[in-house]
C-alpha cells in the first residue's frame, strides 16, 4: 500500500526566514505534485515535478523530487505573511493519474 | 480559465436520505475524480472516472457510488447517508495520461453535514 508522508505537520515560521517541508513516499514513482490550499477553499496545483531530480520555482517556492530517495522537498526563502496555507504532496504511482496525498503541512507565516 | 463547478458548497442532509453531489468542467477533460477530505487524513480518493460511462473504485468507495453520462459532468451517490459521511467532498479533473504533464483541477468543494 502506498503511503505519503509530510512533515512537519505544522509549521509556525517568522516572515523573512527560510524552511523546508519534506514529503516522503513509500512506493517508486517519478510523478509527484505539489498543491496549496488556503482555508475554506480549494486546492491550488504549484508544482509537477515528472522525473528524478526535477526542480522548479515559483516566486519564493521551489520543489524538487529525489525519486531514488522517494523524497521531494518545498523550500519557502523569505517567507511573506500570504504564503500562509495548507499544503499537500501528491504520488501517482502508475502513471494513471489516480493520485496519494499526504496528509498536508499547514504552514502559518508570523509577522 | 479553467473551471471546475459543484452544485453546492454547503449541503445538510439526514441519515439514510439519497445524497446527490453534482460536478461539472468546462475544459474538456477525460478524467474525473471525486475525493474526501478530512482533518488529520488529507484527500481520499472515493471513485475516478477516465470516459464517459466508466468508473473506476478509488481508495474509499464503499458507501458511495457515481455517474458519468456526459463527458463534462461526473455525479456522487450517497445511497443512503450515514453519519460518518459527513465531510468535504471536491471534485477534480484533468486530461487523459499519455505523457502530459497537466495536474488535477479542483472545484470548491461541498461541505456535507450528515445529521
Known amino acids: 500500500e502506498l503511503k505519503v508522508e509530510q512533515n512537519p505537520l505544522f509549521l509556525s515560521m517568522q516572515e523573512g526566514k527560510n524552511y523546508t517541508i519534506y514529503c516522503n513516499y513509500s512506493t517508486t514513482s517519478d510523478r509527484l505534485y505539489w498543491y496549496r490550499q488556503d482555508p475554506g477553499k480549494s486546492l491550488e496545483s504549484l508544482f509537477v515535478l515528472l522525473s528524478n531530480g526535477a526542480v522548479k520555482q515559483e516566486g519564493r517556492l521551489m520543489a524538487s523530487l529525489d525519486t531514488k530517495a522517494r523524497l521531494s522537498t518545498l523550500h519557502i526563502t523569505a517567507a511573506v505573511h500570504d504564503l500562509s496555507a495548507t499544503y499537500f504532496c501528491?504520488?501517482?504511482?502508475?502513471?494513471?493519474?489516480?493520485?496519494?496525498f499526504g496528509t498536508g503541512t499547514r504552514l502559518t507565516i508570523i509577522p | 480559465d479553467v473551471k471546475v463547478t459543484q452544485s453546492s458548497r454547503y449541503l445538510v442532509k439526514r441519515t439514510g436520505e439519497k445524497v446527490f453531489l453534482e460536478c461539472v468542467q468546462d475544459?474538456?477533460?477525460?478524467?474525473m475524480f471525486w475525493y474526501r477530505q478530512d482533518p488529520g487524513l488529507g484527500l481520499r480518493l472515493i471513485y475516478f472516472?477516465?470516459?464517459?460511462?466508466?468508473?473506476e473504485k478509488g481508495d474509499i468507495p464503499e458507501g458511495y457510488s457515481v455517474s458519468r453520462e456526459k463527458k463534462e459532468r461526473f455525479s456522487l451517490i450517497l445511497e443512503s447517508a450515514s453519519t460518518n459521511q459527513t465531510s468535504m467532498y471536491l471534485c477534480a479533473s484533468s486530461h487523459l495520461g499519455s505523457g502530459r504533464s497537466d495536474t488535477q483541477y479542483f472545484g470548491p468543494g461541498t461541505r456535507l453535514t450528515v445529521l
Open positions: 475544459m474538456d477533460h477525460e478524467n
Open positions: 501528491a504520488v501517482d504511482i502508475f502513471g494513471n493519474e489516480k493520485l496519494t
Open positions: 472516472s477516465y470516459d464517459v460511462k466508466m468508473k
